[in-house]
Each structure stands twice: as structure tokens, then as C-alpha cells.
């Protein structure tokens, strides 16, 4: 069995982002030589999310509005997490989109359903992240 285990790092500019990872999940997929296995990928901050979805502009803003609509970031007193921290909302938004997805790896490739697209969702940002990305197969 092959395995490979890598992080993916950012630090955002903005509070909130979501980015697209696929072309670094795929080079890893790639460097790992796996032709059939998995391909786990989660983020390993309690404050963001590793999601699959549609790398769609529209549907990321609505994704933005409607996470904002059940957990929104201001009034920040109104949680009982921010007790001198302010980012109840993130973690809630964590929850509500996930920690991790697994990918299968066929012929040496993600084997993505239609439009399927890795994402980073990132709820409290500006500061230094990561994801893991661990690929086992033969
Ligand atoms: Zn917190």
C-alpha cells in the first residue's frame, strides 16, 4: 500500500473565504502515484470547513448569505462562546459545512461526481491555517 500525507496552508486576507482546492488536491494525488484508493481531506481548525460543492460564484455568495442568516457574526454578545473571543459564528458555520470529504481515487484520479469541486471554507481568518490531505491506495 502507498500512502501520502501533506498539508495544504493558508492565511487569508479577508475574515470569511472559500477556495477552491482541487488543483493542489490533485498534484498530491499525483505525487502520491495512488492509481485506486482515497483521498481524505480536512481541515484541522475547529473555526473552518473543507466541503464539496459547485465552483459556481452565485452559489458561494448564497452559501455566504444563507450561513450568515442562521449564524451571524454580530450581535457577538448573543453567544455565550464569546467570552473574549468573538467567533462563536465560525464554529457554528464549521459544523453546519463540515470538517472533511473523502474522494475515491480511480485510475490515478479524483473520481468527482458532475461539477464537484474541493473547497476550503475559511470563518475566521486572517491568520495561519491548514488542511491534511492523506492519500492511501496501491
Ligand atoms: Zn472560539
Known amino acids: 500500500m502507498k500512502s501520502l500525507t501533506g498539508y495544504l496552508w493558508f492565511n487569508t486576507k479577508t475574515k470569511k473565504a472559500f477556495i477552491n482546492i482541487t488543483p493542489q488536491v490533485e498534484e498530491l494525488v499525483k505525487k502520491s502515484k495512488v492509481m485506486e ?22 452559489l458561494l455568495n448564497d452559501f455566504d448569505v444563507w450561513l450568515e442568516k442562521l449564524a451571524p457574526h454580530t450581535p457577538t454578545s448573543q453567544y455565550q462562546h464569546n ?25 490515478g484520479e ?29
Open 37 to 58: 484508493g482515497f483521498c481524505l481531506v480536512n481541515a484541522m481548525h475547529i473555526t473552518s470547513s473543507v466541503f464539496i460543492n459547485d465552483d459556481e460564484p452565485g
Open 83 to 107: 467570552n473574549g473571543e468573538d467567533n462563536a459564528d465560525a464554529h457554528l458555520k464549521r459544523s453546519i459545512m463540515g470538517r472533511e470529504v473523502v474522494v475515491a481515487i480511480t485510475n
Open 110 to 138: 479524483l473520481d468527482f461526481g458532475p461539477w464537484e469541486q474541493i473547497f476550503y471554507g475559511e470563518f475566521d481568518g486572517q491568520r495561519k491555517k491548514r488542511v491534511l490531505v492523506k492519500i492511501i491506495g496501491d
